[in-house]
């Protein structure tokens, strides 16, 4: 067994196809097929099931997958502290990230790892929180970024910031301050999927103050905050978001917050890692960069009406 039939696995196992896995490591297919070949013979396993159109794991490969990740990022880690007078990080970082960090986390973190590691590449892909559990967990990414905590023998969970939740609407709309739930009534909410942990915070937020969740019953759903904004400032409906995203948007198109009597939702975003999983340099590094980064600052409500 070598690290090139290990690489040949795993790109095989993320691409679901040997020619994709062969242009990822500018190798030729039957290369990649020999490698493949070569491991389940020695493993006496198979490790894909293939088929005409793509192949999958068995679960052999799926069992087999962490440890190959996990050799290959000590090979990296190993070659990265024996290299250390080159004091040079190369490799990827494949983040899963909500919305929240996304917007007012990650373009700062980035920046300024990229100053010392210039050789480093981002690959981030923006998801409701229940699929990036299920990136983090099926080691798809390397690390997620999400508001929930979660708690459990796979994951390890680091609080990174809090945020609050505020409500929106449409310059135009008759809303202003603090209104109450009533209010809402002839108001079409454009709210997020089931899957988004932003709803849950919602959900269970109103459950706690004894409001009828039906109330701001979801007429829109969708988990893309861009088409949210367009919506609210075109004064299709209402919905709701991180005051820190809000801060970003609030000059510059028709939107404006109130606040619903009753409803103070604060939100914690977490760094996700799983504990079977060996990081990279490049990851631990960027992971620790996180953890000391400097809070998003969330002006106080009196500030955003100035």
Same mark, same amino acid.
């Given at each position: ?50 088929? %005409? ?87 798809? %990414? ?27 609407? %449409? ?136």
């Amino acid at each position: 067994m070598d690290f090139r039939q290990l690489e040949a696995f795993v790109n095989v196992a993320k691409y679901k196809n040997f020619s994709k896995a062969g242009k990822a490591l500018y190798l030729s297919q039957p290369t990649i097929s020999l490698h493949i070949s070569n491991l389940e013979k020695e493993l006496s396993v198979s490790l894909f099931d293939r088929t %005409s159109k793509e192949v999958n794991l068995t679960p052999s490969g799926k069992e087999f997958l962490t440890y190959a990740l996990d050799m290959i990022n000590m090979k990296n880690k190993a070659l990265h502290h024996i290299m250390s007078t080159e004091n040079t990080i190369t490799g990827s970082i494949h983040i899963s990230t909500s919305t929240t960090p996304n917007l007012v986390l990650l373009p700062r973190a980035i920046k300024a790892f990229q100053l010392m590691n210039p050789d480093v590449k981002f690959i981030i892909e923006e998801k409701s929180s229940t699929l990036i559990l299920e990136d983090v967990c099926s080691l798809n %990414s390397d690390i997620g970024l999400v508001g929930m905590k979660v708690e459990n023998d796979r994951f390890l969970s680091t609080h990174l910031f809090d945020d609050e939740l505020v409500f929106i609407c %449409s310059k135009d709309a008759p809303l202003n301050g603090v209104v109450e739930i009533k209010d809402l009534a002839g108001h079409n909410f454009i709210g997020r999927t089931d899957q988004s942990a932003t709803r849950v915070d919602l959900e269970r937020a109103m459950v706690e103050q004894g409001i009828d969740v039906s109330m701001l019953e979801n007429i829109i759903e969708i988990d893309n905050m861009n088409l949210t904004l367009q919506l609210v400032a075109e004064n299709v409906g209402i919905s709701y978001m991180s005051k820190s995203i809000f801060n970003c948007y609030r000059n510059f198109i028709n939107i404006k917050d109130f606040q619903i009597r009753g409803l103070n939702i604060t939100r914690h975003i977490y760094l996700l890692t799983n504990r079977r999983r060996t990081l990279s340099p490049a990851v631990e590094d960027f992971v620790e960069l996180l953890k000391t980064m400097e809070k998003p600052v969330i002006l106080p409500l009196d500030d955003l009406h100035e």
